[in-house]
């Protein structure tokens, strides 16, 4: 029976992963998550008794070396991060500090017989993009935010390891992933629960910043499929969708799909950490997903009828 473990597994996409993997019996899923900014609500509930949930810390090597000396796992999952433009803004020291993270996964993957590991990037490595579409091959690195940099060290810590240890990898780079089980932090959970009550939706800036909107199947389906095939071993993948729409655009899209009364009011721009413009490259992730991504008016709808 293959072992997983999942770190973040209490968060957005972490916790949608290891329902996944968990919904196959033969597979047996460990999530660790220190909820910081995990929810132990959203850890998934065992039908096949395979789930166990431990809370540790990933960048404290005694907590999370016992976890994986205990099980001898097959496949890691590394989604464990501090997120939300906010809080990375806010908390520099703390996002670096999952520089330590990356490297405990790393060294304890390596020296227990880990096959692979898979790693939450981030379109934030592309920094203010230079180029469109946003390939994986361009990677300008010109971002200058902690989060991003922390991302772009990840990902050479990764590639390192693969050539001196043979360790083999696999590397999401996610763009914005919305879904059911996202907190009000993000923009389109936030959006909706504003709109269905009628509340004010505010926007930094004239909203004309844009962004593509990945729903959370998608991601999740991609990425299975990415452990399940070598199409992308020790490789990079953009996931995200490729519908490019402004920020603005997606606050109009939401008001009218809920029937809103909210008004639309404009902040101060950030003064950093707002990218103008976001569109990737999923050549790479349709290949993978092998059908059509669920448009942004379909996405909301289904986490409308959740609430």
């Not at 949930?53 to 070396?65: L, Q, T, V």
């Not at 009000?184 to 009550?197: I, P």
């Not at 389906?221 to 402004?246: K, P, R, W």
Request: glycine share 6%.
């Amino acid at each position: 029976m293959p072992k997983f473990l999942i770190t973040g597994g209490a968060g957005n996409v972490g916790s949608e992963i290891a329902k996944k993997i968990a919904s196959y019996p033969e597979n047996i899923v460990v999530i660790v998550d220190n909820l910081l900014t995990g929810n132990i609500n959203k850890v998934p509930k065992s039908i096949h008794d395979n789930v166990k949930f431990i809370k540790a810390d990933c960048n404290n090597f005694n907590d999370i070396g016992s976890v994986f000396y205990a099980y001898q796992f097959d496949y890691v999952f590394h989604y464990a991060a501090v997120v939300g433009v906010k809080r990375t803004l806010a908390n520099p020291i703390m996002v670096l500090n999952d520089v330590e993270g990356i490297k405990n996964v790393l060294n304890l993957s390596k020296n227990t017989g880990v096959k692979r590991v898979f790693y939450s990037s981030s379109s934030e490595v592309y920094g203010e993009p230079v180029e469109f579409p946003q390939n994986e091959k361009t990677t300008p690195l010109n971002s200058k935010l902690p989060y991003a940099i922390v991302k772009n060290i990840g990902e050479a810590y990764f590639k390192s390891f693969q050539r001196e240890y043979n360790l083999d990898y696999t590397i999401f780079r996610f763009f914005n992933t919305y879904g059911p089980n996202q907190s009000t932090d993000f923009v389109v959970k936030k959006f909706l629960v504003s709109a269905l009550n009628n509340q004010d939706i505010t926007i930094y800036g004239d909203g004309s910043q844009s962004r593509t909107f990945c729903y959370v199947d998608d991601n999740i389906d991609a990425c299975y499929q990415a452990f399940l095939t070598n199409d992308v071993i020790n490789d990079v993948v953009n996931i995200g969708n490729d519908n490019e729409m402004s920020v603005l655009q997606l606050a109009k899209t939401i008001i009218g799909l809920t029937g809103s009364k909210s008004n639309i009011i404009h902040l101060p721009a950030l003064e950093e950490g707002d990218m103008t413009r976001r569109l990737p490259d999923i050549t790479k992730m349709k290949q993978l997903l092998g059908r059509e991504l669920v448009g942004i008016e379909d996405g909301v709808k289904r986490i409308m009828a959740t609430l």
